[in-house]
């Protein structure tokens, strides 16, 4: 019998390309995965979706400390094979208007991409898809028992609808990133021909028939969700409505969510970019008084002016390029040596003190059971699932708990500990 392990080489493989290189962002650009809310309700805890502090280490280079194992990236690598798969669905089934779809909020530099786009045959209703993958007891529970879609995932269609709004609106939106696709899609026969490579990452196509019909009236969202172990699948339509506060709730399946308002996304997002700008100025500041300054041809983003005005073309020389550069790696080492006072404050409790562990066990966060394994010390502690699953939790860690220095060294070990997470809705 030979010794080949055919998986020995291909998960790691995996996990490298799923988790790729930590690299710190020139611009203040946020991700939609990254969407976060504030709760309505506070009682239990203060936010839904991504941490601050998690993007804001992401955006800085910040090193992994917790990475994927391969069981993870496998799920990864199985959720974009469904959700490739409703494109081509979309299209047999005759309801394909479009995909791939791209759009860019610039006032939070925000750049957005629509799965896929389709077109009620009966009304003409445009409807933007989003589908997820699921898979555990929990998920299964939430999503087909509860009928409650993940609001992590919420958030991020509700952006959509809400800069969509309208057939018009998303019809000019399908067709100026059709327009910008051509465009670089010549650039990279230009480089080409001249034996060099240009890439981008703009890949719509649509139905210019089906988007010709869509209705110009208000479009409707559908989160679909497919079961990885049973196929199973669940649809939620998701809509937008004003309530008599001025404030945007989502709706799903004609039932108002006031968990969170969209509102509250958008200003979210402008809050972590000030941490973004603040650290960055700051690195800037500190290269200037070693007397290291920024390449006159940079123009270097440190406020959200600079965003709005923009750089422009600028014709650069070879050696230009490689001094801004140079440049930048040292400011973005720089900044991430700065104190944690620059950092966003954790949003998410990797441990829970006694007295929250009994607050949300009376709210019901806590089920029966893990409490009474906590309380037996069966468990030792609980805390939030999104420490257990954050990229670079291994940096506030240090921080927040320095008495388990000396555990740092197991960090994944110590992070991946499901018995202690708890989830909440």
């Not at 490298?16 to 690299?23: I, L």
């Not at 051509?182 to 990279?188: A, F, G, I, S, T």
Request: glycine content about 6%; charged content about 30%; aromatic content about 10%.
């Amino acid at each position: 019998m030979g010794t080949f392990n055919v998986f020995s080489y291909l998960d790691p493989a995996l996990v490298k390309e799923e988790m790729g290189d930590p690299y710190a962002s020139k611009t203040p650009a946020v991700w939609p995965s990254e969407a976060s809310a504030e709760r309505v309700d506070k009682t239990l805890f203060n936010i839904v979706g991504k941490c601050h502090r998690a993007s804001f280490m992401r955006m800085m280079g910040f090193s992994v400390t917790n990475p994927a194992d391969a069981t993870g990236a496998w799920k990864w690598l199985m959720g974009r094979a469904i959700e490739s798969g409703l494109t081509d669905q979309a299209k047999l089934a005759g309801i394909y208007a479009a995909n791939g779809v791209k759009h860019f909020i610039r006032d939070i530099t925000l750049s957005l991409e629509f799965d896929v786009i389709a077109v009620d045959p009966v009304d003409k209703r445009g409807w933007i898809l989003e589908c997820k993958s699921y898979s555990g007891y929990y998920a299964k529970k939430e999503i087909e028992t509860m009928n409650k879609p993940k609001l992590e995932n919420l958030i991020q269609i509700c952006l959509y609808i809400l800069e969509a709004r309208t057939g018009k609106r998303l019809k000019a939106m399908i067709q100026k990133s059709l327009d910008e696709r051509k465009v670089l899609d010549k650039k990279v026969r230009d480089f080409k021909k001249n034996g060099e490579v240009f890439e981008h990452r703009n890949r719509s196509e649509a139905d210019k028939k089906m988007v010709k019909s869509m209705s110009d009236g208000p479009i409707g969202g559908k989160l679909l969700y497919v079961d990885r172990d049973s196929a199973s699948r669940k649809e939620f339509t998701i809509e937008i409505y004003q309530d008599f506060d001025g404030f945007h709730y989502p709706q799903v399946d004609g039932v108002p969510f006031k968990i969170f308002t969209m509102e509250s996304v958008y200003s979210r997002y402008k809050t972590q970019q000030g941490y973004w700008f603040r650290a960055r100025a700051q690195g800037a500041q500190n290269l200037a008084q070693k007397g290291i300054l920024p390449p006159p041809s940079l123009k270097l983003v440190l406020c959200a002016q600079d965003v709005v005005d923009g750089e422009g073309f600028v014709q650069k020389t070879r050696e230009d390029l490689i001094a801004e550069s140079n440049y930048l790696t040292l400011l973005e080492d720089e900044v991430r040596l700065l104190p944690s006072s620059f950092w966003p404050p954790a949003e998410y409790e990797w441990s829970y003190s006694p007295v929250r562990v009994e607050l949300l066990f009376e709210h019901g966060a806590i089920g029966k059971t893990k409490y009474n394994d906590y309380k037996k010390d069966k468990i030792k502690r609980l805390g939030d699932w999104q420490c257990s699953y954050c990229s670079v939790a291994g940096h506030c860690l240090k921080e927040a708990r320095p008495e388990l220095q000396y555990l740092i060294t197991d960090l994944q070990g110590l992070l991946s500990d499901t018995s202690a997470e708890v989830e909440i809705g």
